[in-house]
């Protein structure tokens, strides 16, 4: 099945009632109405209702498509059912009747594969959150191990909407095998990807859990206790006796030119190379069998006999959406409408719910109204040459709205905001510094202290971490240890020097100073423990944190204790993203395998190091007060301090995970201008076309504006250039690490000649992400490569985490 099968409920109405006039044209030969309920006692105006048949006959023509099945309902009862047009043009005409079968196509999907699996659910037999290996483990593969069953039910399993057809073509179990070596497109939860593949998992999911054929299950548990007398799978297989009249089914087109039409055997060439029982599409059945599915769902469960398929709280998990983004709303299996207004009334109103299939069939229900409307047709036939069932089905849910006579009133729809406001409470922290003092700097008291700092080291009073401890009682200050920038931050040059402090006269090591990165043994003899006191941002190529991975080895080494103050990472503790460093990139801005965003303080940080690495120093850690995992640096209430003289500002620093890998690259990223990082380009760029083509890309959390810039140092300093402005306009939804894949992606894509991404390599640390940029994968495709080794590193890192969510 195409994925554009599956599309939102917003196809199904026309914007207008202007709809009403196509009954004015000429109708096909039909025959007559099957004899329908009183339509008036239901909540349906009756008049009204049977202006669909020459409307529908009109739409019919229209799209030249050879008939039609259309069915209305409303609680226990049918308001209007008809047979349109023809059946079957080739090889001999018939005429179309209201118990005709027609292939189901996606439908399968709801229908067959997800009743199934939520039944299974109903038993205890497998949870929403279990993971899929858990069932299948031959999926452990290529970051497959962390789908679960309601990925796969909510098409948010990272997987590809369609496999090769080729991979079917040595039989079934050959194709299970290349369906589980599949790769991902992105990680599991991240995203809605329509996905037949996912289903055709899901299908191999009941097997395996019932013991039962998808098509027996379904058989038993769903179809025969609903009264769904015609759906099956494979109608014409086994007995033929039991299908006397097999000219009820609907064809759809052949499977090859010059074949006959397939009658009987499933339209989607996957299914039928499965041998036409997949969990994707396989699925026959008339109206009415949809119809007694929807009394079922419409009853919590109870089918129209009053067997009990599926528990209330079952139906309504398959219609809630969870937590999924409003553009991506989706139910377990169902397409489920949650923000929508008709042209009159609310007949599809929120948390509507139903399915499209490639064949031309439809059902949407709606839970408010009791209403649902079903539209069969097989628009395959008899060469794919028909136009879209689109208008038809905005036609009928248009008509079907106007029949109605007794809807509630409307709730007003709130006005969606523009960008998403951030009440969270602000948070009343306080660093390591602060906790020591409280302490009475107990873990220093009577020892000779070494200080790894800068200007960030500062306590609540505003007052250096130098001074602090210079003046702890009891605590001799010796000696002070420079990173990068410098004790005091303000240097943005290649080496710094060893200096003397000007408030204190102690000597300051630097440890960025030619190859010297971490102190030496004679640095250390005359101390007892190193105190390491600085505000990190979050990034792996920040080199603050590989200083205090270096200096942990030097204090193992020379048998001195470390003790760590801590800060909160300020771009939060939850964002996790982009590739782990490879073995064998290991450098002074890849220091440990890690991601390049981590999610980790650099008390978590060096307690990691530490067993990870095996370095098993004397470590001790003084924890925050009062921080959370989720709480970014402006709810923690304390005062911001430029880490560097150009991370001015906690946009920055969150933009710097995405934006600061490709200053590698022959681009201007803002350096020498009043808001670096905040906006990149170079000489050959074209604003409005790059800042198109980002908008376009739909990067969440982000806009970009055209500009032009001149920097004022580092690269085409002096020099005019043309880029984007880069707005988070929304914090929720930010992740700096897809921004960077799409100023990575579309500059491949729109400037492959004059983008220079040679020496990415040592920034991003990891191969595989590299040549992907190089080949132009997408971002999707190249987050997909990173699924596994994410989860193994969370899996590592949970071990060392110190604050709560």
Request: aromatic share 8%; hydrophobic share 40%.
């Amino acid at each position: 099945m195409k994925p554009s099968a599956a599309g939102p409920f917003a196809t199904w109405l026309f914007v207008g009632l202007g709809v009403l006039g196509l009954g004015e044209a000429r109708a096909q030969d039909a025959p007559a109405a099957t004899p329908t309920a009183d339509a008036g006692g239901i909540g349906f105006d009756a008049d009204r209702l049977h202006r669909l048949d020459a409307a529908v006959e009109a739409a019919l023509a229209q799209a030249k498509l050879p008939g039609a099945v259309v069915l209305v309902g409303r609680g226990d009862r049918i308001g209007y059912v008809k047979a349109f047009g023809r059946r079957a043009v080739q090889p001999a005409e018939q005429p179309m009747t209201r118990d005709t079968i027609f292939d189901m196509a996606s439908l399968t999907k709801p229908v067959a594969t997800a009743t199934s699996v939520m039944i299974l659910i109903d038993e205890g037999k497998i949870r929403l959150s279990d993971r899929l290996i858990k069932f299948l483990p031959e999926f452990d593969n290529h970051g497959k191990g962390q789908i679960t069953i309601e990925h796969l039910l909510r098409h948010r399993a990272g997987l590809m909407p369609d496999n090769a057809i080729g991979d079917y073509k040595d039989g079934p179990e050959e194709a299970w095998k290349k369906l589980a070596a599949l790769s991902l497109d992105f990680r599991p939860g991240e995203r809605f990807v329509y996905s037949d593949v996912g289903f055709e998992i899901l299908g191999r999911l009941v097997e395996k859990v019932s013991g039962q054929t998808l098509d027996q299950f379904a058989r038993e548990r769903i179809y025969q206790p609903a009264g769904m007398t015609d759906a099956h799978f494979r109608p014409t297989a086994g007995d033929a006796s039991k299908w006397p009249n097999v000219d009820r089914i609907a064809p759809t087109e052949p499977a090859e030119p010059g074949q006959p039409v397939l009658r009987g055997a499933v339209h989607d060439p996957r299914s039928r190379a499965l041998g036409g029982v997949a969990g994707h599409a396989g699925l026959f059945a008339t109206a009415d069998d949809l119809s007694a599915l929807a009394r079922t769902l419409l009853n919590k469960g109870v089918a129209p006999s009053g067997k009990r398929i599926l528990s209330p709280l079952a139906v309504r998990m398959m219609l809630d959406t969870g937590d999924t983004p409003p553009s991506q709303r989706r139910g377990l299996g169902w397409d489920v409408e949650t923000d929508f207004s008709s042209p009159r009334g609310e007949l599809f109103g929120p948390s509507s719910f139903g399915h499209t299939g490639f064949t031309g069939t439809s059902i949407w229900i709606d839970p408010e109204t009791r209403a649902y409307v079903i539209i069969l047709t097989s628009r395959l036939h008899p060469d794919n040459k028909a136009g879209s069932t689109t208008p038809l089905r905005r036609m009928v849910a248009t008509l079907a709205a106007a029949a109605v006579t007794d809807l509630p009133a409307p709730a007003p729809k709130p006005a969606p905001p523009v960008l998403a406001a951030r009440r969270a409470p602000i948070l009343s922290v306080k660093c390591g510094i602060d906790v020591l003092a409280s302490r009475d700097f107990a873990p220093l008291r009577g020892r000779r202290v070494g200080l790894i700092t800068n200007h960030t080291g500062q306590a609540a009073d505003g007052r250096s971490t130098i001074d602090v401890l210079f003046h702890a009682p009891e605590v001799k200050l010796v000696r002070l240890f420079s990173p990068e920038h410098g004790v005091r931050g303000a240097l943005d040059v290649e080496k710094i020097a060893n200096d003397v402090d000007e408030a204190t006269k102690l000597p300051i090591v630097s440890l960025y100073e030619g190859k010297k990165r971490k102190p030496s043994t004679d640095d250390l003899a005359d101390l007892d423990v190193l105190v390491y006191d600085i505000q990190d941002i979050g990034v792996r190529y920040y080199t603050y944190i590989s200083t205090l991975g270096l200096v942990l080895e030097a204090a193992k080494s020379a048998g001195k204790k470390v003790v760590v103050l801590d800060r909160p990472n300020p771009i939060g503790g939850l964002g996790v993203g982009g590739p782990v460093r490879d073995d064998d990139q290991e450098s002074f801005i890849a220091y440990h395998s890690i991601p390049i965003r981590h999610g980790m303080t650099v008390g978590e940080l060096a307690k990691l190091y530490n067993t990870e690495r095996k370095i098993e120093a004397d470590l001790e850690v003084v924890p925050c007060e009062g921080w959370t995992r989720d709480a970014t640096y402006d709810r923690t209430g304390l005062r911001w301090v430029n880490p560097s003289p150009n991370m001015r500002s906690l946009t920055e620093a969150l933009l710097y995970p995405g934006v600061g890998w490709l200053e590698a690259t022959n681009l201007a990223t803002g350096r020498g201008t009043d808001t670096p990082f905040e906006r990149v380009g170079a000489p050959w760029i074209k604003p409005a076309e790059w800042a198109k083509a980002l908008n376009d890309a739909s990067i969440p959390g982000s806009r970009f504006v055209p500009i032009e810039f001149v920097p004022s140092e580092r690269q085409y300093k002096g020099e005019r250039c043309g880029g984007v402005q880069i707005l988070v306009v929304d914090w929720s939804t930010f992740d700096p690490i897809k921004l960077g894949l799409g100023l990575a992606s579309t500059l491949r894509k729109g400037y492959k000649d004059q983008w220079k991404p040679d020496r990415l390599q040592p920034m991003l640390a990891d191969h595989a992400t590299y040549q992907a940029i190089l080949d132009g994968k997408t971002a999707g495709r190249i987050e997909g490569l990173w699924v596994q080794e994410l989860a193994d590193f969370a899996e590592v890192r949970d071990r060392y985490l110190i604050y709560p969510e």
